[in-house]
């Protein structure tokens, strides 16, 4: 029961949503915006508020469906929405309305899109005779479009046909007012409604996101733009780089943010199009270090290396964020200062390396934890988990009480005042004294505590609920200097936006105290923010370093060779019937392991006929919980090891699922690993291996002798591992 419990946490139940739900959610949208945004909103949007109200129920209906759809352009004959009945009354009203109507020569590229390709070169055969019936449609469409006299093609087009609908740049402001990004559809209501979104339950009003229509318009220009510039193809995006002159200069924070990422995109295509000279205009346009760096960088290419070089110079004296200050910083060094590689390349080349088992490779950052937990420390996973949850957790009341917390509609992710800088300055004197409260550990703690306790499981944009989250954050609290504590935190306080990514792997506490670590594996490159994160952390005054990991066959390192016998393929519904496993240290097997487990099921008798188990021999055996302590007890730190090793550790850690204990270890597949390292075989099945490399199997089916077997090929295994280790150093 419990493991089903959690099961239905994970996943959420969707629900069934009423008939008429999408028209329920425009009517929501449409009351939404009419009340938090009566000052943005035009007198002609208000006056569409009214027309829509005034429609027939049915005739609103239909017209929610068409926003909901993909397109502007849809064929009548193939409208098709039961529920509504039929369709020629609504539509006559919404063509009186002004909210559908033919497709004019102003929405040709739209009718080229909607046609197929067999329609194209029909209404083409009667405006250019002779086109080859060969051509795609992407190749149809240019012709169309080049050759073609707009209004010649739509008469041919049978426009009659098709359906427009209007008024869909009304329906997108209201959206872009409703969410702050521009969307198409209410599909976002759909999943919530399902039960797949969460949203905010701890605040009923919401505050406008936008003070006056000015600063709506302005931000919803560049949103806009954005949107377009990401999903249209090259000809819509060759005109938007042609509009550059037209770009208003943004006077509030978000537009300009959205139009520095407007720059920055157009900029990038620009230079993979190899015109440079206007990616540095567009770029110039933008404020954001990214536009910044690019345009430096573009410079360098290009040989303007005094102009780069005044460019940089003013990032170092006037950055605009950390992030800025260290490109510019590290860049300058390079190209100005003689340095042959960045911060960035040293810093990896310097790093302490590490020696952990090649096995682990899947989990480098699990596998640290193991290499700092046997020299006898504390390690943790913390990452940007760490760091999130506690400052979500401090500062949870300045952050989402009903009397501080400011927040523009319930799908939002983030108080407003983390998004626009403003959160610091709002709450100084209630942050300083809670950050003074980390001089006494214990007490904060307590207060941590009272807050999960109140609020777990609540739904919030800054981090995910995990209870091992607790148990990091409190051996930081407890071994960290608080000073530094302090420090981070209050940087998350003024500038979360740009504070909240980049933190190391892991926490480690040794005989020094706390330590942060960044774990690299061959291949790996440092991120710009990470390197900014260590810094910070550094400045703060804690320990922080990256540490390399070099993979090696270590000699001591154990494995625990596992096979199970079961009631049936995978699934809940199966269980396990016999459980063996071989301890297996350097290349010999040195402990032994097995059970006959009671399924508390029927055995199949086609699985009997296998195995040989029967359902008398196994009335006796334990369960699984009668020896799920001893066999934890075998497994200790070891590298799970079998044949296929996805079906057996499946069924053991289900076992211990059922029991609410975790069950997580490394895992290595002699399977997956032959076919990998010995390729070429006709079968990789235990059988077939076994029989190819002469490995004894005389009771098949059963998991000791499996166990053995598996074995067997794990020391092959092995021995080719340690040849291509040493070959790869």
């Known amino acids: 029961m419990r493991s089903r419990n959690l099961a239905d946490r994970s996943v959420p139940r969707q629900r069934e949503l009423p008939t008429f739900y999408y028209h329920q959610h425009f009517l929501e949208l449409l009351e939404f915006v009419s009340t938090h945004y009566e ?45 509504l009945g039929p369709l020629s009354r609504p539509l006559a009203a919404l063509r009186r309305g002004g909210w559908v109507g033919s497709p004019g020569s102003d929405l040709f590229r739209d009718v080229l899109g909607f046609l197929t390709k067999t329609e194209i070169q029909d209404c083409l055969s ?59 559809g209410l599909s976002r209501f759909t999943l919530r409604d399902m039960g797949l979104v969460q949203t905010h339950s701890f605040r009923e009003s919401f505050e406008p996101r936008f003070a006056d229509r000015e600063e709506a318009v302005e931000t919803y220009y560049f949103a806009s733009r954005l949107q377009q510039f990401r999903d249209a193809g090259k000809q819509v995006r060759r005109g938007l780089m042609n509009d550059l002159e037209d770009w208003p200069e943004p006077e509030f924070g978000l537009a300009a943010d959205l139009r520095d990422k407007l720059a920055h995109a157009m ?76 911060p960035l390349t040293d810093a990896l080349r310097t790093a302490e390396i590490i020696e952990i088992d ?6 480098p950052e699990r596998a640290a934890i193991r290499y700092f937990e046997g020299l006898g420390h504390r390690a943790f996973r913390s990452e940007n988990t760490l760091w999130r949850s506690l400052f979500g957790l401090m500062f949870w009341d300045e952050l989402f009480s009903p009397e501080s917390a400011a927040l523009h509609s319930p799908f939002e992710a983030l108080p407003s005042s983390l998004n626009d800088g403003s959160f610091y300055g709002a709450h100084r004197r209630p942050i300083e004294t809670k ?35 607790a148990e990091t954050m409190f051996a930081l609290i407890e071994h960290a200097d608080a000073g530094s504590v302090a420090s981070v935190l209050r940087h998350m306080c003024q500038n979360y936006r740009h504070g909240r990514y980049g933190f190391p ?104 006929r296998l195995t040989g188990i029967t359902d008398a021999m196994v009335a006796d055996a334990p369960v699984f919980a009668d020896i799920a302590d001893d066999y934890a007890e075998f497994m200790e730190d070891a590298i799970f090891v079998a044949h296929n090793v996805n079906f057996d550790y499946g069924f053991v850690s289900r076992e211990y699922a059922r029991l609410g204990r975790p069950f997580r270890h490394p895992k290595l597949c002699t399977c997956a690993s032959m076919r990998r390292l010995y390729p070429g075989l ?26 053995e077997a598996a074995a067997e090929l794990l020391f092959l295994v092995n021995e080719k591992r340690a040849e291509s280790l040493a070959a790869g150093s």
């Open 682 to 707: 006709s079968s990789y099945s235990l059988g077939a291996l076994c029989n190819e490399f002469q490995i004894p199997l005389k009771q098949h089916h059963r998991a000791l002798c499996d166990a």
């Open 505 to 608: 792997d892991l926490l480690v506490i040794d005989n020094s105290g706390v330590r942060f670590v960044e774990i690299k594996t061959e291949g790996d490159q440092i991120r710009r923010n990470q390197m900014l994160r260590l810094e910070q952390l550094r400045e703060a005054g804690f320990r922080a370093d990256v540490v390399r990991v070099r993979w090696i066959l270590d000699p001591a390192q154990v494995y625990v060779v596992v096979d199970v016998e079961t009631t049936g393929g995978t699934g809940d519904q199966h269980r396990i019937t016999e459980l063996a496993a071989v301890k297996v240290r350097g290349e010999e097997i040195v402990e032994r392991y097995q059970t006959l487990v009671n399924p508390q099921r029927p055995i199949p008798a086609g699985i009997t």
């Open 126 to 184: 009667a405006v250019l005779p002779g086109v080859s019936r060969s051509l795609t449609k992407n190749d149809l469409v240019q012709l169309a479009f080049t050759h073609c006299d707009p209004a010649d093609f739509m008469a041919h087009s049978d426009p009659e046909r098709l359906l427009v609908q209007r008024r869909s740049d009304w329906v997108r402001f209201l959206l872009f007012l409703y969410f702050g990004e521009c969307r198409e």
């Open 358 to 363: 090649e096995a682990h490779s899947g989990s």
């Open 267 to 342: 900029g990038r295509e620009l230079e993979k199009a190899g015109r440079t000279d206007t990616a540095l205009q567009v770029y110039s346009r933008g404020d954001s270090p990214a536009c910044r760096e690019r345009l430096v960088r573009v410079l360098l290419t290009d040989g303007d290396r005094e102009l780069a070089r005044s460019h940089l110079e003013d990032c170092l004296q006037n950055p605009r964020s950390d992030e800025e200050f260290l490109f510019a910083r590290d860049l300058y060094r390079r190209k100005f200062g003689r340095k042959r590689t960045s």
């Open 39 to 83: 000052h943005v909103l035009s007198r002609e949007d208000s006056e569409l508020v009214t027309d829509f109200g005034r429609l027939d129920t049915t005739a609103q209906r239909l017209y929610v469906r068409l926003v909901n759809r993909k397109g502007r352009i849809f064929a009548i004959d193939k409208l098709r929405y039961p529920e």
């Open 435 to 469: 950050l003074q409260m980390l001089d006494d550990p214990a007490a904060t703690r307590r207060q941590l505590l009272k807050t999960i306790t109140r609020y777990f499981g609540t739904a919030n944009g800054l981090f995910r609920w995990r209870r091992s989250t």
